[in-house]
């Protein structure tokens, strides 16, 4: 396990979870003190190491998540007119973040100063980067790390993770732009200043080409300063050919260079035109 932000008792409450439950209030007390540095930022489920850039996973706070799930009581709680019967309460303590009416986000979630939300979803884990823009009806799911400015467009949905262990988190890295009603999940990678088109799904397993030269690149990852759209590979099975999804990488940019949005826009609409 990589070094850890929480305490090792989690660990310990872990192994003996099956015989946990609410009436053990020294192990909610724990777990609730665990997550209280998740929702401040002062731990995080995973992130980029600098070194190797690998996404690491800091178990032990998948771990201290799993275990509120058991150790809390479904509890009621009320935003103005709306009831919530929940374990799991909303988040109330968001520092310098603007959040428009409509926007949700659950105790564990941690969106730092500068952050913008829309009438979104943030789950449990999620942390979310300065300058970022978590647009309409997008969702950030459990554990999912979103980098600094970036924008997560209308619709878009961000995968969760909490089980099984081996499965890596969600990463957006900085500078990213994820386009309407694309999905992004199955730990799958969206590499520093990389854009994609409406529509795309990216899961771990994607495979992605070069437009230019055919390459495959590496699989569930979106390349580092590159545009990409949706686009399908052909594939013969018993039953006929057919198109399988892929991630097509159209164009590269130059790192930090930052492309005027109505172009962005076009260069999108004119890959799907018909030739």
Same mark, same amino acid.
């Given at each position: 396990?990589?070094?850890?932000?929480?305490?090792?008792?989690?660990? @310990?409450?872990? #192994? /003996?979870?099956?015989?946990?439950?609410?009436?053990?209030?020294?192990?909610?007390?724990?777990?609730?003190?665990?997550?209280?540095?998740?929702?401040?930022?002062? #731990?995080?489920?995973?992130?980029?190491?600098?070194?190797?850039? =690998?996404?690491?996973?800091?178990?032990?706070?998948?771990?201290?998540?799993?275990?509120?799930?058991?150790?809390?009581?479904?509890?009621?709680?009320?935003?103005?007119?709306?009831?919530?019967?929940?374990?799991?309460?909303?988040?109330?303590?968001?520092?310098?973040?603007? $959040?428009?009416?409509? @926007?949700?986000?659950?105790?564990?979630?941690?969106?730092?100063? /500068?952050?913008?939300?829309?009438?979104?979803? &943030?789950?449990?884990?999620?942390?979310?980067?300065?300058?970022?823009? $978590?647009?309409?009806?997008?969702?950030?799911?459990?554990?999912?790390?979103?980098? =600094?400015?970036?924008?997560?467009? /209308?619709? $878009?949905?961000?995968?969760?993770?909490?089980?099984?262990?081996?499965?890596?988190?969600?990463?957006?890295?900085?500078?990213?732009?994820?386009?309407?009603?694309?999905?992004?999940?199955?730990?799958? =990678?969206?590499? %520093? /200043?990389?854009?994609?088109?409406?529509?795309?799904?990216? %899961?771990?397993?994607?495979?992605?080409?070069?437009?230019? &030269?055919?390459?495959? !690149?590496?699989?569930?990852?979106?390349?580092?300063?590159?545009?990409? $759209?949706?686009? &399908?590979?052909? =594939?013969?099975?018993?039953?006929?050919?057919?198109?399988?999804?892929?991630?097509?990488?159209?164009?590269?940019?130059?790192?930090?260079?930052?492309?005027?949005?109505?172009?962005?826009?076009?260069?999108?609409? !004119?890959?799907?035109?018909?030739?």
């Amino acid at each position: 396990m990589p070094s850890s932000d929480l305490p090792a008792e989690i660990d @310990a409450l872990w #192994a /003996g979870r099956e015989a946990l439950g609410p009436a053990d209030t020294g192990a909610r007390d724990t777990v609730v003190a665990a997550i209280d540095l998740l929702d401040r930022g002062a #731990a995080r489920v995973a992130w980029v190491d600098p070194g190797s850039d =690998r996404v690491v996973v800091d178990e032990r706070a998948r771990r201290a998540i799993l275990l509120s799930f058991r150790l809390l009581e479904v509890a009621e709680s009320t935003t103005g007119p709306f009831r919530h019967h929940d374990r799991i309460p909303l988040k109330r303590d968001f520092p310098g973040v603007r $959040v428009v009416p409509g @926007a949700i986000a659950r105790w564990g979630s941690h969106h730092e100063p /500068g952050v913008v939300l829309m009438p979104s979803f &943030t789950n449990i884990g999620g942390y979310v980067g300065a300058g970022t823009l $978590v647009d309409t009806w997008a969702t950030v799911g459990s554990c999912a790390q979103i980098g =600094r400015n970036v924008h997560l467009a /209308g619709g $878009v949905g961000i995968g969760g993770v909490l089980e099984p262990p081996t499965a890596a988190p969600v990463v957006v890295e900085d500078d990213c732009f994820v386009g309407s009603r694309s999905l992004v999940v199955e730990g799958a =990678r969206v590499r %520093t /200043g990389a854009k994609l088109g409406a529509g795309v799904v990216l %899961t771990g397993s994607t495979r992605v080409y070069d437009a230019e &030269t055919g390459d495959e !690149l590496p699989r569930g990852e979106a390349p580092p300063w590159s545009v990409c $759209v949706g686009a &399908t590979r052909p =594939r013969s099975y018993g039953g006929g050919a057919f198109g399988m999804s892929c991630l097509l990488v159209i164009k590269r940019l130059e790192p930090g260079e930052v492309h005027d949005k109505l172009a962005l826009d076009l260069l999108f609409r !004119l890959h799907g035109e018909a030739e």
